[in-house]
């Protein structure tokens, strides 16, 4: 794991050590033995030693995952040792069994919470040291917790300065000893032998019988047998979720409340459904309205965990030794009193805690699934694109950019001023005849819905030609933080944010990954329930992504950016200035190799981040290049990684092919034709199945192939304009899709406010971000701004 990753891990531990603990940690583990000193049980040596837990971190990772224990363990390895996850998905598919970047998101973040539950294990163990507390049982105990919530739950007695459990203070009456000789039968007990006159906590058998009770009840609570058996038995049980709208009295007084809007919660005022079909949207949304005192959440728990937990007692302490009437009693009224105390709320939180888990990561998929196809938009390359920021009385910003990205000409205009329309018009054909430029990209911001009908108008009248014009609507999302940013304003020294935010605009059309990445994936607009999220949570998610999509599309050495190189996997943003001044300094890099030149680029970050970046030359100038410096490769402009090179060049030779023809139209058809069987050359090669996979597929392809254009998705251009009154049900109409959830998603059709495919409408189609559909209208609330829409076809 990097020294990053692992400064944020300890950071998100939080863990406060005591001076005794560092102590502990300074000086090492004591030779010496302590010696529990509970009073009335018997001394238990503990060897001052450091506890570990009864698991190992991949036996927990595949139980908690589903993956086989062999792949947990790999994974586990990898992750250990510093590889990102780019890195494994792309280089390192026989370890994991072909795992995707999204299924080794999911399992990394298991494992950061796994490394969390060990790490507060041990912060746990020390604390029950220092407080001489700590048996051979508890320990074991501690040991076998799974979880988070039931190792806090063990734990919860024994915290310094919190409020003392009623077993705790029956063992400060004296009454420990009675419970466990109860417990284990190792003779009869009287009660009356520990009456104490003055004492009204143990004045009567009553207030004797009933301390010993919560003693035993606690006992039997955290058995860590118990609690596995338990783990076992949630596993095969129907577990349901109630709740219920509380009055306006009940939560009148929340401020938060009143920002929100009482009716969304509608859906819930009396709610039930099972564990196993509850929606990941739907927990969200509950926990909001809890939170707010909007509404009530209740666990039902069915009957037979209770009839199970007795059975388990039964069996382990009501059948020791000889009966007699009173252990009986006691015996029974502690199982009662430890599960309905006890035992059920810790089931009730672990529960409501793994929702709220598997909901907010199943949210964090959607909004990174969405991000990704934002950011693996289909590039439009070699277009002179104007990009417009709409607006009102600061008038519409203008920039118009080059083929190559630059800006070359600007200006404001003023349309929706009655005495402007004319002249801006004029100014606006004059701008784009000049540069040839028929693309323009409109933010979708205030004013969009007016200038699209005055630019609709103008194409309509044919006013543009001899241009054939056309217009997209582009997201502003981030826009605007991006203009007042210091890197925009490091390439745009003199310029106004406003048309730093029209160039982005143009840019996200012809760019989109390059623009995009400058913005913090939060503030890009293509997720819902994000405020339901831990920060920290989905911005590690978020970056992980971006860093998946840049470095999966490759990243060219010699002409990127700071920006673009810091998201490339295994490079800091420090590596990438140094890559920078490196390249500044020496002249622009020839091989992938000369990487381990510069400064603080040594073996493991080169081979984290080597196969992502390409070098080499246009293939314009191609043959000169390669003849000019002897000691390129055309690999370096594959997405082959440096450390397979030996093999790509067994295997061109295989073929009868040369190294030098790598990427030419000849060369890849050959390798097509020849169809070799991967899994017969894994064994001449002494290689796994998916390098020679993967070497095989980058040599059918061009050099510096960009997998952007395996699957081509254009943005939608539009000459015309349709309101919301032109619509009616039934209406057939093609839109683009503009977010995903779990409950459906939004379709953008050109009326100036999304329509929504339920997941009931999908009509058995799958739809992602970007994807290009036609819809049937179903339903229209113009006063509620709703559309009801249903899939007909997937268009892209």
Not at 75 to 82: A, N, P, S, V, Y
Not at 417 to 424: A, F
Not at 553 to 565: E, P, R
């Amino acid at each position: 794991m990097s020294n990053s990753k692992k400064t944020n891990l300890k950071r998100k531990i939080k863990i406060e050590k005591t001076e005794q603990e560092e102590e502990d940690e300074e000086e090492g583990v004591s030779k010496k033995q302590k010696i529990s000193k509970k009073p009335g049980s018997k001394q238990v040596a503990v060897k001052a030693k450091n506890y570990e837990p009864l698991w190992s971190e991949h036996e927990l990772l595949a139980e908690q995952t589903g993956l086989s224990l062999n792949v947990a363990k790999n994974i586990t390895k990898l992750f250990e040792d510093g590889n990102t996850i780019p890195f494994i998905a792309r280089y390192r598919r026989d370890a994991t069994n072909n795992m995707t970047a999204e299924d080794l998101r999911a399992a990394k973040e298991t494992c950061d919470e796994i490394i969390v539950l060990r790490n507060k294990m041990s912060t746990v163990i020390k604390s029950l040291k220092k407080l001489d507390v700590l048996t051979n049982d508890l320990a074991h105990a501690v040991t076998s917790s799974r979880s988070i919530e039931e190792l806090e739950y063990i734990y919860s007695s024994y915290k310094t300065g919190s409020k003392r459990r009623l077993a705790e203070r029956a063992k400060e009456l004296g009454l420990e000893k009675p419970a466990l000789m109860l417990l284990n039968n190792e003779r009869k007990v009287s009660l009356s032998d520990y009456i104490v006159d003055n004492n009204k906590d143990l004045s009567s058998a009553a207030a004797v019988e009933k301390g010993i009770i919560h003693i035993i009840s606690a006992i039997i609570s955290t058995d860590a047998e118990i609690l596995a058996s338990l783990r076992e038995l949630r596993k095969r049980s129907n577990f349901a979720i109630k709740t219920q709208k509380l009055g306006s009295k009940q939560h009148s007084d929340s401020k938060e409340n009143k920002k929100e809007d009482d009716t969304k919660f509608d859906t819930y005022k009396d709610f039930e459904i099972a564990t196993k079909y509850i929606k990941p949207h739907q927990v969200l949304a509950i926990n909001r309205g809890e939170n707010l005192k909007v509404l009530s959440v209740k666990v039902i728990v069915p009957g037979v965990i209770f009839q199970q937990y007795k059975n388990l007692c039964t069996k382990k302490w009501f059948n020791v030794g000889e009966a007699y009437q009173l252990r009986t009693n006691i015996l029974k009224q502690a199982v009662d009193d430890s599960y309905n105390r006890l035992v059920e709320p810790l089931i009730k939180r672990e529960i409501r805690s793994e929702l709220k888990q598997k909901a907010e990561r199943a949210s964090c998929e959607v909004f990174s699934a969405n991000l990704k196809q934002l950011l693996l938009a289909t590039p439009l390359k070699g277009k002179h694109i104007l990009g417009i920021d709409p607006g009102f009385s600061n008038g519409c910003k203008l920039a118009l950019i080059s083929p190559m990205g630059e800006m070359i000409s600007h200006n404001v205009l003023y349309p929706h001023k009655s005495n402007r329309k004319e002249k801006d018009a004029t100014i606006l054909k004059d701008m784009l005849l000049e540069h040839y430029c028929e693309l323009i990209a409109l933010g979708n911001g205030t004013a969009c819905r007016e200038t699209e009908e005055w630019i609709s108008k103008l194409i309509q009248e044919k006013f543009f030609q001899p241009l054939d014009v056309k217009y997209t609507i582009v997201r502003e999302d981030g826009a605007s933080i991006y203009s007042c940013s210091p890197e925009a304003k490091k390439e745009f020294a003199e310029l106004d944010p406003n048309i730093i935010s029209a160039i982005s605009l143009a840019r996200r059309i012809q760019e989109p990954l390059a623009e995009l990445i400058k913005v913090e994936p939060k503030h890009l607009g293509v997720g819902m329930y994000q405020h339901d999220i831990k920060k920290k949570y989905l911005d590690e998610a978020l970056d992980d992504v971006v860093s998946e999509c840049v470095s999966f599309v490759g990243v060219d050495l010699n002409t990127a950016s700071q920006c673009l190189l810091r998201h490339v996997a295994g490079l800091t943003e420090a590596k990438a200035q140094q890559v920078i001044e490196h390249r500044t300094k020496n002249g622009p890099f020839v091989c992938r190799q000369q990487l381990l030149e510069v400064y603080r680029i040594g073996k493991k970050v080169f081979q984290q981040c080597a196969g992502f970046l390409r070098v080499g030359p246009t293939s314009v100038e191609e043959e000169a290049y390669f003849y000019k410096n002897p000691i390129a490769t055309k690999l370096d402009c594959t997405n082959i990684h440096p450390e397979s090179y030996g093999i790509a060049a067994e295997l061109v030779k295989e073929m009868n092919l040369k190294l030098v023809d790598v990427g030419k139209s000849d060369f890849i058809k050959t390798v097509k034709e020849k169809q070799l069987d991967s899994s017969k050359l894994k064994e001449k090669f002494k290689v796994d199945e998916q390098t020679i996979q993967l070497i095989l597929d980058a040599l059918c392809k061009p050099l510096n192939h960009d997998l952007r254009s395996d699957c081509p998705s254009e943005p939608v251009f539009k000459k015309g304009l349709t309101t919301i009154y032109e619509i009616q049900v039934g209406s057939v109409l093609t839109g683009v899709v503009s977010n995903v959830t779990h409950f459906g998603c939004f379709v953008d059709i050109g009326v100036g406010m999304n329509g929504l495919i339920h997941v009931s409408k999908y009509n058995g189609f799958s739809m992602k971000l970007g994807d290009k559909v036609e819809v049937k209208v179903i339903s229209i609330d113009i006063k509620a701004k709703r559309i009801g829409l249903q899939a007909v076809n997937v268009l892209s």
